[in-house]
């Protein structure tokens, strides 16, 4: 049997389905014994690389004003922050000002919703 080249290997894997490269992994993993873990890192890794396309890569969460309850807001910025009381309560008098900085833009919507129910007016920036 001949012998393929690298690019010839990878053209053909381009043309297979995400079945077909399942089956490849698993027969492979049988033939010589192995474990697939770096592609499990690096199918990880793609969508990463998508929402570097899509939009900012991080994002800063600021409180910009308390609102009528202010003691929720309070409990709502220690439970994001893992802050002190104190240290929460500082942080929430200061408004505006960033809760958290270079975050996800998922984690900021998940952490403005919970504030936005506390009362608190909040900007993703």
């Avoid at 309070?74 to 240290?87: E, H, P, R, Y």
Wanted: hydrophobic share 50%; with cysteine.
């Amino acid at each position: 049997m001949a012998k393929l080249t690298k690019e010839e290997i990878v053209a053909s894997l381009k043309e297979m389905t995400v079945l077909e490269l399942n089956d490849l992994v698993k027969a492979v993993e049988e033939e010589f014994g192995v474990t697939a873990a770096a592609p499990v890192a690096a199918a990880a890794a793609a969508p990463a690389e998508e929402e570097v396309a899509k939009g900012p890569v991080s994002v800063n969460l600021v409180l910009k004003a308390v609102g009528p309850t202010k003691v929720a807001v309070i409990k709502a910025v220690q439970a994001i922050t893992g802050l002190g009381l104190m240290d929460a309560k500082k942080l929430v008098d200061g408004a505006p000002c960033n809760i958290k900085e270079n975050i996800s833009e998922s984690e900021a919507n998940a952490h403005k919703e919970a504030l936005v129910a506390a009362g608190a007016e909040v900007e993703i920036k």
